[in-house]
């Protein structure tokens, strides 16, 4: 099949590099976000899959809206039989779904109904999901609502990050799009509605969102901020300064005041409702990520000083 590939990120780019290199299918041209300024150097940066496109010697779609007329005329002209959708960061008007002949194909790391919307990685680590997933189907207006083609599953480990899981699903959900679109292309797959039960939302994860409340249970703290690493990532204010919160581990049976620290030759502890939390590397601002006892040492935390 002759396929227009739209997505943005790094989760996007192992779903592109296997269709490129599917003998099955063609892709014709790519979608993403416009190039925007990232890092220290504040350098305008193609989006990796963008990057990928440019080295596959695929043309690059960079429309600020995928409403835009030129868009759809260009997407007109290319007359893909199907659209593939990984992470694409924008929403796909009517005029431009109803195009390709077999409509545009999303994959969502989730197992829809769950977690419908922008981060469902993050929301099933935040609600000690033990099982995930991808799912593959077809888009509509509303979101991620579509009738489904195909499901993947996948434990999540007890101290994964989202970073760590979306990496898992990123790969195994690019063979899932993939046999979707084989699929399709022999007529053999039939989408099937999805149930109206079991649906929840997982919204886009904000910075402010991402704060560590102390006052939680252990588990749930832990789960939080494994659930917004690396991004936005957890953070905390510790004397009116904020630090990013990296690596964490329970500590069963020690008990401190919610945000109370200890400071010991073998670590760094904070306390929560239940059990204390042990830090094991933390970021100040300006700073590189470090273990949290050479913070610690530098910060000289005095008696009374609470994270908040």
């Known amino acids: 099949m002759r396929l227009l590939f739209a997505g943005t990120p790094e989760p996007a780019v192992p779903s592109l590099r296997r269709l490129i290199d599917s003998p099955n299918h063609e892709v014709v041209a790519v979608l993403t976000r416009p190039d925007a300024v990232a890092g220290r150097g504040r350098r305008v940066t193609r989006s990796p899959v963008g990057a990928l496109a440019d080295e596959a010697g695929i043309p690059v779609l960079t429309p600020a809206k995928p409403s835009e007329p030129d868009f759809l005329d260009r997407l007109r002209e290319l007359a893909p039989d199907c659209a593939p959708v990984v992470a694409y960061g924008g929403l796909i008007p009517t005029a431009a779904l109803d195009i390709p002949r077999f409509g545009w194909v999303n994959l969502h790391f989730s197992l829809l109904p769950a977690w419908r919307g922008a981060a469902p990685v993050q929301a099933a680590i935040n609600a000690g999901d033990e099982i995930t997933g991808a799912t593959t189907f077809r888009l509509e207006k509303g979101l991620d609502t579509g009738p489904v083609y195909g499901v993947m599953t996948e434990r999540i480990r007890e101290h994964d990050t989202a970073g760590e899981l979306l990496a898992r699903l990123a790969d195994s959900g690019a063979k899932l799009l993939e046999s979707t679109l084989d699929g399709l292309a022999s007529e053999a797959l039939q989408a099937v509605p999805q149930p109206d039960n079991g649906i929840s939302h997982a919204p886009k994860v904000t910075v402010d969102s991402a704060r560590v ?6 588990a749930a703290v832990d789960r939080h901020i494994r659930a917004v690493t690396p991004a936005p990532g957890a953070w905390t204010t510790v004397s009116d300064n ?18 109370a620290f200890e400071v010991r030759k073998d670590g760094v502890f904070v306390g929560t409702a239940t059990d204390a939390i042990r830090l094991k590397s933390v970021q100040p601002q300006g700073k590189r990520m470090m273990p949290a ?15 908040k």
């Open 213 to 218: 409340v102390w006052h939680r249970p252990a």
């Open 242 to 259: 904020r630090i990013k919160v990296g690596a964490v581990e329970i500590e069963p049976g020690l008990a401190l005041a919610p945000g």
């Open 293 to 307: 006892l050479d913070w610690a040492r530098g910060a000289r935390l005095g008696e009374g000083v609470v994270a």
